[in-house]
């Protein structure tokens, strides 16, 4: 299972990719990455949908100060 997390102390707000994956990144206070989990906001780490691992890839890619860590188990 890929799974996801996010560290909103080193994240620098650009949150572009938040309408590409809805799914699993949303936005938290002051536009701060969070996770999706359902009905709370979280850094994770939560499951992966498999048809959203390789968007979740390319969004962590994207980031640059490495906020974003998918890791499987
Ligand atoms: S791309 Fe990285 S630094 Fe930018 S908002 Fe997303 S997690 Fe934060």
Redesign the pocket.
Known sequence: MTRVS?DPE????????VGTVPAV?TLGPD???ALNAGQRLDAGPIDVPPELVELVRT?RG????G??EVSEE
């Open positions: 996010v080193i994240c620098q707000a650009a949150a572009f990719y990144f536009s701060i990455v969004a994207y980031c640059p100060s906020a974003i």
